[in-house]
């Protein structure tokens, strides 16, 4: 599980775009051995029970009614990760510190968790800093669906000056500012899969629940 064939990014192109347009996309961050383990480890959690549907933070505290995300989280921590999480963990810290250092970011730590999104779910436009999460700085989604067709819905809805809608295609990896850009995810019309992460300027202290 040490090797894998994708190339490390570009870096000056990922700080560059994140810089300039506020995301970036980059497709083969892992390669397809990698992205099957991961599947084997989302299957594991799964038996395990060890998903749970998605809360939601102060930015939405008005909305209590009204489904504001239909996902299921599982966070990640090193201690309990197997070596696919650990792979894919220690190419995000490397970009991180890449980006830290381009960026002059100060970027220090993230967190991330495994989301699954059933058919039929969604997750309503928002941005991913708020006065609780003032530490995120740059938000991460990564894919892992393997099968996805158009029509399939799902897309990453990045609301820049134009509306970009991103495909969670299998090894995609998105970045955008978690301070600036809102998003949302569309409805999906099948299971969707990702490692969803936040690079943050504090160190993380993982919420367990
Ligand atoms: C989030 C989020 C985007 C995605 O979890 O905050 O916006 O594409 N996820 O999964
Ligand atoms: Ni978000």
Redesign the pocket.
């Known amino acids: 599980m040490s090797t894998d064939p994708s190339p490390f990014p570009n870096i000056e192109h990922v700080a560059e775009s994140l810089a300039d347009k506020g995301f970036v996309v980059i497709d083969n961050f892992l390669g397809e051995e990698q992205i099957q383990a991961l599947h084997e480890a989302i299957a594991f959690h799964r038996e395990e029970d060890n998903f749970r549907k998605a809360g939601i933070g102060n930015a939405h505290l008005f909305q209590v009614d009204k489904e504001v995300r239909g996902d299921y989280i599982k966070w990640i921590s090193r201690g309990e990760a197997r070596p696919a999480t650990l792979f894919f963990m220690d190419r995000m810290e490397e970009l991180m510190q890449s980006l830290s250092r381009s960026l002059f970011l100060s970027l220090k730590d993230y967190e991330c968790h495994f989301?699954i999104y059933p058919p039929g779910t969604y997750?309503e436009k928002?941005l991913?800093q708020f006065k609780s999460t003032s530490n995120r700085k740059i938000?991460f989604?990564f894919y892992l669906n393997r099968e996805w067709q158009a029509g399939d819905g799902g897309e990453?809805r990045l609301h820049l000056d134009e509306i970009l809608d991103i495909e969670?295609l299998s090894g995609r990896l998105?970045l955008f500012r978690s301070d600036t850009v809102e998003?949302e995810?569309l409805v999906t019309a099948k299971d969707r899969y990702?490692i969803?992460g936040w690079m943050r300027d504090q160190p993380t202290n993982i919420p367990f629940y």
């Open positions: 989301a997750y928002h991913d938000s989604a990453l969670p998105a998003h995810v990702s969803t």
